[in-house]
């Protein structure tokens, strides 16, 4: 198949994206980019068989300088707690062979992190896109908001995917990740004060007339509780670094920090819960609330 480039207004052209790494999110805007006619490449290198599953329809490379040689453009989707540290492997990657691909960081992170990591890509001679995104894995059906910012925002614009709805908000790297801090903090806080109101209600068996109340005013995000508790469970071990992220974001605005450091707190509770053994594509069928809540108790 012959790939048309997508040509940035400076002439360069994107044909092969690099996915550094395949999980849940990056295998799934990897194979969204990839339909819409761009090669994409990953390893898979020391990744768990549930990362290998998830990637085994895209292009996989022994290891990420491979990635990085072959890809014109780098997306780096992991834990925000290591964010900095894929920063470090991408440009070491690129000076051992050589390579200068723009890299798009779209990790849930603060501005000022992505700061640090301008700090250590552009040493390496790699153009930084900063991004976040809002929603769930792409998919027919549903929406996926990318927000970018940075000089070259453009070259991820203009990478089309079904499910994936992108935009550049700015020409300044950071804000992209000021977006998302703003947004995770009302999606996730909600999903914390969820969890630890449903917990406390089922424990004084006032859960009935809890839901109750609650639907009045929220309606069907109280109906597919056992779904979203069980999902933030899954993912509840990435999500502390997020939530210490979001804290760092308004202490820097002048807010206070606490309300997030907190909400790390609950998350870290959250991991080490027997529902957290669940992987998100079993979470995703949860739909027995009182079940759900039962499992949070220590993981064996």
Known sequence: MTIDPIVDTDGVTTTTIGIYSPGAMGSALGRAWRDEGCDVVTTVAGRSERTRSLAENLTTLPDLEAVVAAADLVVSIGPPAEAVA????????????????????????????VARIAAVLVPAGCELIDGSISGGPPRPGSTTHLYLSGPSADTVVRLRGVGLA??????????????????????????????????????????????????????????????????????????????????????????????????????????????????????????DLPAALDRLVPAR
């Open 86 to 113: 894929m920063s470090r492997e991408i440009a070491a990657a690129c000076v051992a062979t050589g390579s200068q691909p723009r890299v798009a960081d779209l990790n849930a992170i603060s501005p000022a992190t």
């Open 166 to 287: 992108s935009k550049k908000v700015g020409d300044r790297i950071g804000t992209a990740s000021a977006v998302k801090m703003s947004t995770a903090a009302v999606y996730k806080g909600f999903t914390a004060l969820i969890v630890q109101a449903l917990r406390t209600a089922y424990a004084n068996d006032v859960l009935d007339i809890v839901l109750a109340d609650l639907s009045e005013e929220f309606g069907q995000l109280i109906e597919d509780a056992a779904t979203r508790i069980a999902m933030a469970a899954s993912k509840a071990s990435r999500y502390v670094g997020e939530m210490h992220q979001i804290a760092d974001t308004q202490e820097a605005a002048g807010a206070r920090p606490e309300l997030y450091d907190a909400m790390a707190v609950v998350y870290e509770s959250l991991a080490a819960t027997d529902l957290a053994t669940l992987t998100p594509e079993a979470a995703a069928d949860s739909a």
